[in-house]
């Protein structure tokens, strides 16, 4: 049996909103009720779409939520190396491959990259693409149930390393589920389709496979995805019993009405049942009126 050791992984590009407080507060649960330790992963790669101050202020609204970090905080921008380990592990055996494909020279391929690089000119540093050759990947979700994937239909040859010297998502977060002993990865289903591909890096790399459970969406009015730079959507660390409760409920849990929320969350994880999580995405119930009169 996996432990259930779970994370959340928050990428520094806005204030903690609902969508990810969902998201932080959905891992917490399945971590704690199966007496699990959850710890928290600063996914900092990405430095153009960071934004200054996001990280500590992620950090210091999920603790007002009750949501600490069993161990110090891991940032991915430190950990580089490990990454370039698994990317030479993976150029070794033959599985990856430079390419400078730009996306126009995609689009003859409808935008899914084809088993080799097709770029007519080198003259810029390359990117690293995984071969997924033939590969068609299932798995049974916890939440969202079987899926399957043709990876040379729907994805194609996709990068792991970019042509800018950063680690693609893809790879830094199987590289760092496997070394942190990461379980049950619990997150947004706008990951769900990422899976089958992160599956595969664990495949080649001989990395043991998570489990997964891939939380409903939060909407906004509007119908769609809740995005970290509605700043307006912000959740507010002073006053953390509302939005908890609306996360709760939008998890299809029941939430006391214990006022402490450390005595609150751990009533939430003593009665949490992963079976009454909703699938489908939906726009969250109101608790903008109360986080207002705080304000
Ligand atoms: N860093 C990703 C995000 O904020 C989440 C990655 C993951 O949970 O695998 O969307």
Redesign the pocket.
């Known amino acids: 049996m996996t432990s259930a050791r779970g994370r959340f ?3 520094p590009t806005g204030r903690l909103h609902f969508g990810s407080l969902v998201a932080a507060l959905g891992s917490w649960l399945f971590a704690r009720s199966a007496g699990a330790s959850w710890i928290i992963r600063v ?1 900092d790669l990405d430095r153009e779409r960071e934004m200054e101050g996001a990280a500590g202020d992620i950090l210091s609204t999920l603790d007002a939520f009750g949501l600490a970090s069993d161990e110090a905080v891991v940032r991915q921008s430190a950990r580089t190396a490990l990454y370039a380990d698994a990317l030479a592990r993976l150029a070794r055996a033959g599985h990856a491959y430079r390419c400078w494909c730009s996306r126009s020279d995609l689009e003859p391929f409808g935008g899914i990259h084809p088993p080799a690089c097709v770029a007519p000119a080198r003259d810029r540093p390359p990117a690293w693409r995984l071969h997924v050759g033939s590969a068609r990947i299932g798995f049974t979700d916890r939440v969202q149930g079987t899926q399957q994937q043709d990876l040379p239909r729907d994805v194609g040859d996709f990068v792991i390393w970019r042509a800018d010297g950063a680690c693609a998502y893809q790879l830094a ?1 199987v590289v760092d589920d496997a070394a942190q002993g990461i379980g049950e ?1 619990v ?1 947004g289903a706008d ?1 769900l389709d990422s899976t089958p591909r992160q599956i595969l890096l664990q495949r080649l790399l001989g990395l043991p496979q998570p489990a997964y459970a891939h939380l409903p969406l939060a909407l906004g009015a509007d119908g769609r995805k809740l995005s970290k730079h509605e700043a307006a959507l912000a959740v507010d660390g002073r006053e953390p019993l509302p939005a908890l409760h609306a996360a709760l409920r939008f998890l299809g849990q029941s939430a006391s009405t214990e006022r402490n929320v450390h005595m609150l969350l751990s009533r939430a994880a003593c009665e949490f049942d992963a079976a009454r999580i909703p699938r489908a995405a939906a726009v969250p119930p109101a608790f903008a009126a109360a986080r207002n009169a705080t304000a």
Do not use: G, T, W
Request: no cysteine; aromatic share 0%; glycine share 0%.
């Open positions: 992984a928050p990428s996914e977060v990865v997150r990951l």
